[in-house]
Nanobody
Framework: QVQLVESGGGLVQPGGSLRLSCAAS????????MGWYRQAPGKERELVAR???????IHTDSVKGRFTISRDNAKNTVYLQMNSLKPEDTAVYYC?????????WGQGTQVTVSS
């Protein structure tokens, strides 16, 4: 069992930055592949970025060059650095932990990009 708690969301102006954090507890963090997903109103949840247990990363095309996922296994935490934010980045952002057939979600953190 893994518990995930996201933090760092908020209201930011277009062009601004935020860093989301996801703190994990309850299991061996380093074995999990970690991901950030987001869900905008009226839309399906989508993958934003993912980092493997070995540190390999992928970012969806819409955030490449603006967002960066990273992890600190010593702190059991995964981060999402978001720069050059756009109004279309507005969504609830969710942290996900996956290992084989197991998957866990956090409660989500709201990110609103608006002037």
């Amino acid at each position: 069992q893994v518990q995930l708690v996201e933090s760092g969301g908020g209201l930011v102006q277009p062009g601004g930055s935020l860093r989301l954090s996801c703190a994990a507890s309850g299991s061996i963090f380093s074995i999990y592949h970690m991901g950030w997903y987001r869900q905008a109103p009226g839309k399906e949840r989508e993958l934003v970025a993912r980092i493997s247990s070995g540190g390999s990363t992928i970012h969806t095309d819409s955030v490449k060059g603006r967002f960066t996922i990273s992890r600190d296994n010593a702190k059991n935490t995964v981060y999402l650095q978001m720069n050059s934010l756009k109004p279309e980045d507005t969504a609830v952002y969710y942290c996900n932990a996956a290992f084989r057939t197991l998957g866990y979600w956090g409660q989500g953190t709201q990110v609103t990009v608006s002037s």
